[in-house]
């Protein structure tokens, strides 16, 4: 009623005993958001990402953030304030979707969060929510070891295993130990290492 959370269906509860920290947000009614800029710029280059956001803004920024779209929660004030500015720009999106390095709705809430300055609470930074690959990236990802501490895992790569795991069977642990068996034997590793690799040949020939 007075605070919501919009949560990705692709994202797992990996540690029930850590709730408290989604209940103090929740209390202090401030805007959560996912701080992902260090990852994005690794992956694209801050000039892209720049360019692309004052593209959709038509106005220049001094500096630039990135936030995931997996985890946003706030009062209903700021989802109302997010839907009237993404409306402003959504036809200019859609018009020029093909020329940006992102399309999805973190193109739409980005140019707004940049523009607006919102203080928030990073849910990333207080392990909140991690966003894991089980795929090659163009960015460092942490360790197996450093994700298990995060309340949930979103895994975006992995829609079609999650949708054939029977959750109601499983507790938090039980999913760790199988998906860590799943995504970190080593055939996964040497393939995932050899997928970057051709990426990066690929990418110096074209």
């Given at each position: 009623?007075?605070?919501?959370?919009?949560?990705?269906?692709?994202?797992?509860?990996?540690n029930?005993?850590?709730?408290?920290?989604?209940?103090?947000?929740?209390?202090?009614?401030?805007?959560?958001?996912?701080?992902?800029?260090?990852?994005?710029?690794?992956?694209?280059?801050?000039?892209?990402?720049?360019?692309?956001?004052?593209?959709?803004?038509?106005?220049?920024?001094?500096?630039?953030?990135?936030?995931?779209?997996?985890f946003?929660?706030?009062?209903?004030?700021?989802?109302?304030?997010m839907?009237?500015?993404?409306?402003k720009?959504?036809?200019?999106?859609?018009?020029?979707?093909?020329?940006?390095?992102?399309?999805?709705?973190?193109?739409?809430?980005?140019?707004?969060?940049?523009?607006?300055?919102?203080?928030?609470?990073?849910?990333?930074?207080k392990?909140?929510?991690?966003?894991?690959w089980?795929?090659?990236?163009?960015?460092?990802?942490?360790?197996?070891?450093?994700?298990?501490?995060?309340?949930?895992?979103?895994?975006?790569?992995?829609?079609?295993?999650?949708?054939?795991?029977?959750?109601?069977?499983?507790?938090?642990?039980?999913?760790?130990?199988?998906?860590?068996?799943?995504?970190?034997?080593?055939?996964?590793?040497?393939?995932?290492?050899?997928?970057?690799?051709?990426?990066?040949?690929?990418?110096?020939?074209?």
């Amino acid at each position: 009623k007075n605070y919501s959370f919009l949560i990705d269906l692709d994202s797992v509860y990996i540690n029930i005993n850590k709730i408290k920290i989604m209940k103090n947000l929740k209390s202090n009614k401030i805007v959560g958001l996912y701080n992902r800029t260090e990852e994005t710029i690794e992956s694209y280059s801050k000039e892209k990402v720049k360019k692309d956001l004052e593209f959709l803004l038509e106005n220049k920024l001094k500096n630039v953030k990135w936030f995931g779209g997996e985890f946003i929660s706030g009062k209903p004030s700021f989802f109302k304030f997010m839907w009237k500015n993404c409306r402003k720009i959504e036809k200019k999106y859609f018009k020029s979707r093909n020329i940006f390095f992102h399309n999805g709705d973190e193109m739409l809430t980005n140019p707004i969060l940049n523009k607006k300055k919102i203080k928030y609470f990073d849910v990333g930074k207080k392990k909140i929510i991690y966003r894991y690959w089980n795929n090659a990236t163009n960015h460092k990802q942490k360790t197996f070891d450093e994700i298990k501490k995060y309340v949930f895992l979103h895994l975006p790569a992995d829609k079609k295993l999650l949708s054939q795991i029977p959750f109601k069977y499983m507790h938090d642990k039980d999913f760790l130990v199988y998906y860590e068996k799943l995504s970190q034997n080593l055939l996964k590793k040497i393939f995932l290492f050899l997928k970057k690799i051709a990426r990066k040949i690929i990418k110096i020939l074209i």
